[in-house]
Nanobody, 120 residues
Framework: QVQLVESGGGLVQAGASLRLSCTAS????????FGWFRQAPGKEREFVAS????????SYADSVKGRFTVSRDAAKNTVFLQMHSLEPEDTAVYYC?????????????WGQGTQVTVSS
C-alpha cells in the first residue's frame, strides 16, 4: 500500500517562497506518476503539477507556470514542489498524490495534505 506524507506548509507573506515535500513509501515507484493538487476553502480540488518518477516529464497548471517547480529525489523517495512568488490566491491545502498510469488514469493514493497560507 502506498503511503504519502506531505510536509513544508506554513504561513508566509505574498512574494515569499516555500518548498513542499512528499515522502512516499510502500512500493517501488519506477512506473509511477506523482501529482500535487490543492483545495482552497469553498473550492474544488485542482491540479497543480505532476512529474514522472524518472523526472523526465512534468506538467503544470497555467496558474503556477513559471512560479512553481516540481522535482523528485529518487534516492529519498521524495517529491518536491518548490513555490516562488506566492500569492494570496495560492492559499490552500496542498495534497500529494500518486498513480500507476498503466493501471489507472486516476490518482489512487493521497497524502493527508499540508496547509499553505499566503497573506497579503
Amino acid at each position: 500500500q502506498v503511503q504519502l506524507v506531505e510536509s513544508g506548509g506554513g504561513l508566509v507573506q505574498a512574494g515569499a517562497s516555500l518548498r513542499l515535500s512528499c515522502t512516499a513509501s510502500g512500493r517501488t515507484f519506477t512506473n509511477y506518476r506523482f501529482g500535487w493538487f490543492r483545495q482552497a476553502p469553498g473550492k474544488e480540488r485542482e491540479f497543480v503539477a505532476s512529474i514522472t518518477w524518472s523526472g523526465d516529464i512534468t506538467s503544470y497548471a497555467d496558474s503556477v507556470k513559471g512560479r512553481f517547480t516540481v522535482s523528485r529525489d529518487a534516492a529519498k523517495n521524495t517529491v518536491f514542489l518548490q513555490m516562488h512568488s506566492l500569492e494570496p490566491e495560492d492559499t490552500a491545502v496542498y495534497y500529494c498524490a500518486a498513480k500507476e498510469p498503466f493501471y489507472s488514469s486516476q490518482y489512487t493514493s493521497w497524502g493527508q495534505g499540508t496547509q499553505v497560507t499566503v497573506s497579503s
